[in-house]
């Protein structure tokens, strides 16, 4: 079982930054994808970022340029670098790790952008 814990989130005003934390922890096997998703008030969840274990990331068009994914292997962490944040960036973020075929999900936590 694998056990993801974030940290990072808070309150932010617009154009602002913010970096979030996710580290891996439990039962690791061998983690591939990892990637970070938000769900804003009222509405689905998406794609923010993505990372292969290889380094090769995808980024949702409205975040590309803005946001960046990166990752410590060794340490089983994977990061989310957000700047020049505007008020639809608020959402709850979730960090999520594959590891043999299964996904993983951490708690969520919470970005709001605000003046």
């Known amino acids: 079982q694998v056990r993801l814990v974030e940290s990072g989130g808070g309150l932010v005003q617009p154009g602002g930054s913010l970096r979030l934390s996710c580290a891996a922890s439990?039962?690791?096997?061998?983690?591939?994808?990892m990637g970070w998703y938000r769900q804003p008030p009222g509405k689905q969840r998406e794609m923010v970022a993505t990372?292969?274990?290889?380094?090769?990331?995808n980024y949702a068009s409205s975040v590309r340029g803005r946001f960046t994914i990166s990752r410590d292997n060794a340490k089983n962490t994977v990061y989310l670098q957000m700047n020049n944040l505007k008020f639809e960036d608020t959402a709850v973020y979730y960090c999520?790790?594959?590891?043999?075929?299964?996904?993983?999900w951490g708690q969520g936590t919470q970005v709001t952008v605000s003046s």
């Open positions: 999520n790790a594959e590891d043999l075929g299964w996904d993983y």
């Open positions: 439990g039962s690791i096997f061998s983690i591939n994808d």
């Open positions: 990372i292969t274990n290889g380094g090769t990331t």
